[in-house]
C-alpha cells in the first residue's frame, strides 16, 4: 500500500484543521474504486456480485482489526464516530439492563465534562429511559478530578463510564489506565472515544485497558460516513439501529461497502506509520506554537499538561475567535473555533467554560489541528501572515457592538 499523503485542498490553503476532517488519502480512495464501480454490489446478497462486495467487507474489517489488534468480529462498523459513541453508550446500557444490571436501583452512565458532542447525545437519549448522567469535571488545564470520578463510580447502579482518549478541541490527553484501573474497581465498564487519538498514536486493545473504542474514518484521511466500534468479547450491546441482521445484529442497514473498505485502507495506513507521523506533528506544533506565544496576548490552553501531537488551542487577547477565523480564511489559512460538529453555533465552548474560562475568554479561541500532510513551510508561512491578520482581526472586533 502507497504511504503517499492524500492531496493538498485545492487554491493552495494551508489546511490547519485535522480534527475536523482530513483529505481522503489515495491509498484509501483506490481501494474504495471497484465498490463503486464493478463491485457494486449489496454484501448482504448471495449472488456473485453481492458476495464480492461482501469479501470486499470482510478483507477491510480484517485490516481494522490486525491494525488495532483486535478480532474481525469484535468490530461493528457504522455510519461514523458519533453512531459508533451512541452504539456503545445507548448500545451497552440497554444491553445490560435487559440482562438484569441495576435491576433494584437507578441506572446511572458517568461521563467527563468535556465530551464530543455525540457523546451527550447518546445521554441524554438514554436520560429520557430513566438513567441518570453524572459529569465528572476538569481543571483549568483539562485534566479530569480523579478523586470525583472515583466516588461517583461507587454510586449503586453506574453501569458505564465514557472518557475521551485525545479531547477535540484542547488535544488533553486522559489517563486511560488510572480511569480503567477505577472502573475495574466498582465494575463498571469503561468507553472511550478515540477519535482523535487514532492516526496519533499507537491503540493497541490488547494492552489498552477499556471495553469500548469508537474511531471515525475521515478523522485519519479515510472517507466520510464511516466509524467502527470495538467491543470487548462479552459485552451485551443492544442495536440502536435495529431492522437488519447485519454487523452480527448490532447495527441494521446495508453496510457502507465502498466506506468500510476505505477505513480499512486509511486505518492500516495510519497505524503503520504513527510513530513517524506523530513525531512529524509534535515537531510542527511547537514551530507553530513558538510563533503564536512570540504575539502578544496569546495564550495556549494546556500547553504544559499532557496532549495529543497534532492540537493547538489559543485564546487571543482582545480578539474574537470568529473575526480572526475568518481573516485568517480570507488569508488562505484553514483553522477552526472548536468542534467541527458545533460550528454555527454562536454559544462559547462548553470544553473551554468546564476549564474555568469565561465566555469572552472562550470566544476568543481558535483551533489548529495538523494532520499528516502538513509542512513546516506551511507553518513558516503562517507564522509570517499571523501579526498583520490577527491586529486587523482586533480592529474589526473592537468596533463589533
Known amino acids: 500500500m502507497s504511504s503517499q499523503s492524500a492531496e493538498k485542498p485545492s487554491r493552495a490553503l ?16 483506490d481501494a474504495m474504486l471497484p465498490l463503486l464501480g464493478e463491485r457494486f454490489g449489496n454484501p448482504s446478497s448471495v449472488h456473485a456480485i453481492g458476495q464480492a462486495a461482501r469479501a470486499a467487507v470482510d478483507r477491510a474489517r480484517e485490516q481494522c482489526a490486525a491494525a488495532l489488534h483486535a478480532q474481525p468480529k469484535e468490530l461493528t462498523f457504522t455510519s461514523g464516530g458519533t453512531e459508533a459513541a451512541q452504539l456503545a453508550i445507548a448500545g451497552t446500557v440497554r444491553g445490560l439492563l435487559a440482562a438484569g444490571r441495576a435491576r433494584s436501583v437507578k441506572p446511572r452512565v458517568v461521563i467527563t465534562a468535556v465530551e464530543h458532542p455525540c457523546v451527550l447525545g447518546a445521554c441524554e437519549e438514554l436520560e429520557a429511559l430513566g438513567v441518570e448522567t453524572t459529569r465528572i469535571g476538569v481543571d483549568a488545564a483539562g485534566a479530569l478530578d480523579l478523586r470525583a470520578l472515583d466516588e461517583a463510580l461507587t454510586v449503586p447502579g453506574t453501569l458505564l463510564c465514557s472518557a475521551m482518549a ?21 465494575q463498571v465498564l469503561l468507553h472511550t472515544d478515540a477519535v482523535q487519538l487514532a492516526g496519533k498514536a499507537r491503540i493497541d486493545v490488547r ?18 460516513g464511516v466509524g467502527l466500534l470495538w467491543t470487548r468479547a462479552g459485552i451485551p450491546v443492544r442495536a440502536v439501529q435495529p431492522g437488519g441482521h447485519q454487523e452480527r445484529g448490532r447495527r441494521g442497514g446495508t453496510e457502507n461497502a465502498a466506506g468500510i473498505v476505505g477505513m480499512g485502507a486509511a486505518l492500516e495506513l495510519a497505524m503503520r506509520e504513527v510513530a513517524h507521523c506523530a513525531a512529524r506533528m509534535n515537531e510542527l506544533r511547537e514551530r507553530l506554537e513558538a ?17 495529543g501531537a497534532s492540537t493547538t488551542c489559543a485564546l487571543f487577547d482582545g480578539c474574537d475567535g470568529q473575526t480572526l477565523l475568518v481573516a485568517l480564511d480570507q488569508a488562505g489559512v484553514c483553522v477552526s473555533t472548536g468542534s467541527a460538529c458545533s460550528s454555527g453555533s454562536l454559544s462559547p465552548s462548553p470544553v473551554l467554560l468546564a476549564m474555568g474560562f469565561s465566555a469572552q475568554q472562550a470566544r476568543s479561541a481558535l483551533r ?34
Not at 166 to 186: D, H, K, M, S, Y
Not at 293 to 299: D, Q, Y
Open 368 to 401: 489548529f489541528s495538523l494532520w499528516r500532510g502538513n509542512t513546516a513551510d506551511e507553518i513558516d508561512s503562517v507564522a509570517k501572515l499571523l501579526p498583520a491578520v490577527l491586529e486587523r482581526a482586533r480592529r474589526a472586533s473592537a468596533r463589533q457592538p
Open 166 to 186: 485525545a479531547n477535540n478541541e484542547t488535544g488533553v490527553l486522559f489517563p486511560l489506565e488510572e480511569i480503567a484501573r477505577l472502573c475495574r474497581t466498582r
Open 14 to 29: 494551508i489546511y490547519l484543521d485535522g480534527n475536523a476532517t482530513t483529505p481522503l488519502n489515495p491509498s484509501a480512495r
Open 291 to 307: 510563533a503564536l506565544l512570540s504575539l502578544a496576548g496569546v495564550r495556549i490552553i494546556a500547553r504544559e499538561g499532557l496532549r
Open 207 to 224: 494492552v489498552l485497558p477499556v471495553d469500548l473504542l469508537s474511531l471515525s474514518a475521515h478523522k485519519l484521511e479515510g472517507p466520510k
